[in-house]
C-alpha cells in the first residue's frame, strides 16, 4: 500500500494564492497568516517611518519595506515569507516580486498566533540565510529580542522603555514606548 505524500508546495503556488489570502511559503509547506491587530498596524507603521527618515537623513542608500512586502529568502523555489519590516541594502535584491535573497535587517512583531513561527522556525531561517541583523518585538510581553548574526554573533534582551541600538545603522537607537 502507498503511504500519502503530503505535497510540497513551490513559488508558483505561493504567488497564485487566492486575492486576499496570505501566506508564507516556508521549505515547501504554506503557512496562513492571521490578520495584524491594531497595536501590530500600528508598530510597523511608525517603525517604518523612524527607519526611513533616519536612512533619508543620513543619505542612505537601503531601502525599508513594511509587510505585505515579499522575500524569497534564498533565492529559491522553497521560501518566500512576509516578514513585518525588512530593510534592504543592496539594491540588485530587489525586483517587482520584492527581494531576492537576505535582506540586511528584519523585524518580527509577534502575534498569539505567530509566536512560535518567529521565535524558532524565522529566526533559524533569519540567520542561516544571511539576515544581518534580526528584532522580534513583542508587544504582549513589552519586550524586544535582537539578534545580530555576523561576526560573533550576539542576542540582547530589552523592555519596551530601553534605547535600543541598530547594529546596522551606527547612531541609530529606537524606544518602542516612544512609538506607542
Known amino acids: 500500500m502507498q503511504v500519502p505524500q503530503e505535497r510540497i508546495y513551490t513559488s508558483e503556488d505561493y504567488w497564485n494564492l ?6 508564507e511559503l516556508i521549505d515547501g509547506k504554506l503557512y496562513a497568516m492571521a490578520p495584524p491587530n491594531r497595536i501590530h498596524q500600528r508598530l510597523v507603521s511608525r517603525l517604518t517611518q523612524t527607519i526611513g527618515s533616519f536612512i533619508d537623513s543620513n543619505k542612505g542608500t537601503c531601502e525599508v519595506y513594511p509587510a505585505p512586502f515579499a522575500v524569497n529568502l534564498n533565492a529559491d523555489d522553497k521560501v518566500w515569507v512576509e516578514p513585518d519590516i525588512s530593510v534592504i541594502c ?11 535573497g537576505a535582506p540586511d535587517w528584519i523585524i518580527e512583531i509577534v502575534s498569539p498566533s505567530s509566536t512560535r513561527m518567529d521565535y524558532s522556525v524565522k529566526l533559524f531561517k533569519y540567520r542561516t540565510a544571511g539576515v544581518r541583523e534580526y528584532w522580534i518585538i513583542n508587544p504582549m510581553k513589552k519586550a524586544v529580542q535582537t539578534y545580530v548574526f555576523e561576526g560573533e554573533e550576539d542576542s540582547n534582551l530589552f ?11 551606527n547612531g541609530l537607537t529606537i524606544r518602542i514606548s516612544d512609538l506607542l
Open 18 to 23: 487566492p486575492e486576499g489570502q496570505r501566506a
Open 90 to 100: 543592496d539594491k540588485d535584491k530587489l525586483s517587482d516580486q520584492g527581494c531576492k
Open 159 to 169: 523592555s519596551f522603555d530601553d534605547e535600543i541600538p541598530v547594529y546596522i545603522f
